[in-house]
């Protein structure tokens, strides 16, 4: 992509209404923008690096056995009611549509996948099966802040599980687990992401959410210096040991939540009466799991952990291009040889933002550094003279020359 066509525009000073560095550093790089409080577009930029996320996600979803589906965000009221959910959710927005019919923009799926899955469950062989979607939800946060880490509207994947045992859900559980933690490693979160044990609610005893540590975050946890599990402060007043190697050493961290995995069991399968016939022919209610990650949330911690004072510095796996070609000067031969080398790259199937505008080397620099992609290749008078690129890691000093005749090779 040439950036004198790209659809974004950088910004100079921080936005007045907004302090998380997510939310700032995102805004002034071009990737998102505010259009209320806790909604937000996502620019083209932002949009790739989101796109990124989800399909990290999606594979490793799929790793794991789950099918993806697309379920609808309008949900009727007659569902939520069989729940007992309409009145007590506080964050549901609700409208009503044509006919007076009650519907809410949903901010979760339990009450839309248990009938539909319904229709898919006779007998145990149809069990057990995985279906995950990738899906905008709508949430009434009282406190919409916090950039993307908090928003009234957002992406979610959800994944719903459904078994005929409960040792069968607890496998699974554990299978989820591990590729969360695959999910977070790709994105760049891996060594800062903790399981962390939470109440389960109504749910089970226990549920995990997957929380960053972050400095700007909103919840507290505390991080076992033994066996690094992490546990919330309920569980924590609760019982100040830790339930899995019972050490009593912890370093109080704060965080965001990322995820959530929970162990439904019969809560949302028996209102919808989702049953299924077992070997000997009686009915059984099917036992669910859910498992919930945010990726723009994700895409906000990111930016909250990979930063520094010049702008964001993006991992790999999630940036929207690799290389941020510049070319410096208004020299012709510099031009010509900028939008040959291009060309090459893009040819070579290599992801390229190509900053082709007529601006001084500083602002271009500075740019680059704002938008943080991984890699900066730079053509200039000087680097022609050695028919090379100089070529600089994102978060690096040193720079290096390389030969335009060997840079497809040494890229690759």
């Known amino acids: 992509m040439k950036q004198s066509l790209l659809a974004t525009k950088t910004l100079r000073e921080a936005p007045k209404d907004e302090e998380s560095v997510n939310a700032i550093l995102l805004t002034r790089a071009g990737f998102i923008d505010k259009l209320a409080a806790g909604i937000y577009s996502f620019l083209p930029l932002g949009l790739a690096v989101l796109r990124k996320i989800e399909n990290i996600i999606r594979e490793e979803m799929v790793v794991i056995g789950g099918q993806e589906i697309l379920m609808p965000a309008l949900q009727p009221k007659e569902n939520w009611d069989k729940t007992g959910r309409w009145n007590n959710f506080d964050a549901l927005l609700k409208l009503k549509a044509f006919g007076d019919k009650n519907f809410a923009l949903g901010p979760t799926h339990e009450e839309i996948i248990s009938p539909l899955a319904k229709k898919l469950v006779l007998s145990y062989k149809d069990l057990p099966f ?21 928003t009234r509207e957002f992406s979610m994947k959800d994944l719903y599980s459904f ?8 496998g699974y559980y554990q299978k989820a687990t591990a590729a969360y933690f695959k999910i977070f490693e790709r994105c760049g979160l891996g060594s800062k992401t903790y399981t962390t044990l939470a109440s389960g609610g109504t749910f089970s005893k226990y549920s995990h959410e997957f929380q960053t540590a972050i400095p700007a975050g909103e919840d507290i946890i505390y991080v076992c210096q033994k066996c690094q599990l992490a546990i919330n402060k309920e569980i924590k007043d609760e019982n100040p040991i830790c339930p899995k190697c019972q050490s009593a050493d912890f370093k109080e961290t704060k965080a965001v939540e990322v995820g959530n995995i929970f162990k439904l069991g019969t809560k949302y399968s028996a209102p919808f009466d989702l049953k299924y016939k077992d070997q000997n022919g009686q009915e059984q209610i099917v036992i669910m799991g859910c498992y919930g990650l945010g990726p723009a949330r994700v895409m906000g911690a990111i930016v909250e952990t ?24 208004d020299d012709e031969a510099v031009k010509k040889a900028a939008d040959e080398l291009y060309e090459k790259l893009i040819g070579n199937n290599f992801e390229v933002l190509y900053d082709d505008r007529e601006l001084v080397a500083g602002q271009k620099f500075a740019e680059a550094d704002l938008i943080g992609l991984p ?38």
Do not use: C, M
Request: proline share 2%; no cysteine; glycine share 4%.
């Open 375 to 412: 890699w900066r290749l730079v053509i200039s008078e000087k680097t022609l003279a050695e028919d090379s690129v100089e070529i600089k890691k994102r978060e690096e000093e040193k720079t290096e020359l390389i030969k335009l005749s060997k840079i497809t090779k040494s890229l690759k």
């Open 163 to 170: 078994h005929a045992s409960q040792e069968d859900l607890d």
């Open 306 to 329: 990979s930063h520094d004072d010049k702008g964001i510095v993006w991992p790999e796996n999630v940036a929207p291009y690799k290389y941020h070609l510049l070319a410096l000067g």
């Open 130 to 150: 995985a279906l995950f979607q990738i899906q905008t939800k709508f949430r009434n946060e009282a406190r919409a802040k916090s950039g993307l880490l908090r």
